[in-house]
T-cell receptor
Framework: GENVEQHPSTLSVQEGDSAVIKCTYSDSASNYFPWYKQELGKGPQLIIDIRSNVGEKKDQRIAVTLNKTAKHFSLHITETQPEDSAVYFCAATPLGTGGGNKLTFGTGTQLKVEL | DTGVSQDPRHKITKRGQNVTFRCDPISEHNRLYWYRQTLGQGPEFLTYFQNEAQLEKSRLLSDRFSAERPKGSFSTLEIQRTEQGDSAMYLC?????????????FGPGTRLTVL
């Protein structure tokens, strides 16, 4: 089955700096990679996703890049703000292969944006 | 659209008791997923439904666990003879399969504590 590794486990940045979180996956059939933000006591919230036919996707201060050959993808947050502080999870799944699109998650990155 | 809702939000029970959780997905979403999240980890897939049919169960789902989605709308997850190892956050997610949409939207979760 799929295995997703995520680094770093904790990340502390100054407000206004950029943050980068990296993930690797093992199943070459995986073709959909969402990122979730989870605040304390809440469920994961989808913030951006990318499919394997695209190398990069951007939404305001958030961008995701994908390298299919190396089987890794990254989340980039620019101009970080205190409200970006949360746990971020990457995930992967092979869409359209009869597997139900179940997500395999990384272990999470605790991002802290300091004033 | 009120999003995915789960009830209860918190449940404390004694070892050996049975518990039941409910999930109400986003209306018209035909897929419903259950995940389990332990402290410091990403969510792990348990099972999923397409409409009322339960199509896959993880090996994590022991015989003490049962899930239903009788009318293809809300779902229940029951744990019989709870054990301390069942303590976790149980997350429900829903998605609309097809039409190029694959996003899974999560509810706030039910936190189970087994004493």
């Amino acid at each position: 089955g799929e295995n997703v590794e995520q680094h770093p486990s904790t990340l502390s940045v100054q407000e206004g700096d950029s943050a980068v979180i990296k993930c690797t996956y093992s199943d070459s059939a995986s073709n959909y990679f969402p990122w979730y933000k989870q605040e304390l006591g809440k469920g994961p919230q989808l913030i951006i996703d990318i499919r394997s036919n695209v190398g990069e996707k951007k939404d305001q201060r958030i961008a995701v890049t994908l390298n299919k050959t190396a089987k890794h993808f990254s989340l980039h947050i620019t101009e970080t703000q205190p409200e970006d502080s949360a746990v971020y999870f990457c995930a992967a799944t092979p869409l359209g292969t009869g597997g139900g699109n179940k997500l395999t998650f990384g272990t999470g990155t605790q991002l802290k944006v300091e004033l | 659209d009120t999003g995915v809702s789960q009830d209860p939000r918190h449940k404390i029970t004694k070892r050996g008791q049975n518990v039941t959780f409910r999930c109400d997905p986003i209306s018209e979403h035909n897929r419903l997923y259950w995940y389990r999240q332990t402290l410091g980890q990403g969510p792990e897939f348990l099972t999923y439904f397409q409409n009322e049919a339960q199509l896959e169960k993880s090996r994590l789902l022991s015989d003490r666990f049962s899930a239903e989605r009788p009318k293809g709308s809300f779902s229940t997850l029951e744990i019989q003879r709870t054990e301390q190892g069942d303590s976790a956050m149980y997350l429900c997610a829903s998605s609309l399969m097809g039409q190029g949409k694959n996003e899974q939207f999560f509810g706030p979760g039910t936190r189970l504590t087994v004493l």
